[in-house]
């Protein structure tokens, strides 16, 4: 499978010494620079969407969903969470 092939361009400036940290981070990780910085970059606005990400219910669906939580798995929801970590872990 090819990777996907970029479609945009993301510039930025940078101090020297920023862009010689982020030099020697990709390296150690095998990338180069731009998959270095775009990987972190998607990693972190991932991570600040997840954080504002804000769910409202009343008291009985709150409740519902605790008493889900602190009831055991269905085997569907074992196999569901099974799926996942397959998937997490490429």
Known sequence: MRPATA???IHLRARAHDRDLIDKAAELVGANRSQFMLAS????ARGVLLDQTTIQA???????????MDAPATPEEEAGMRRLLTAARG
């Open 58 to 68: 009343d008291n009985a669906a709150f409740q519902r969903v605790l008493d889900w």
């Open 41 to 44: 970059a998607v990693k972190e």
């Open 7 to 9: 479609e945009v361009n």
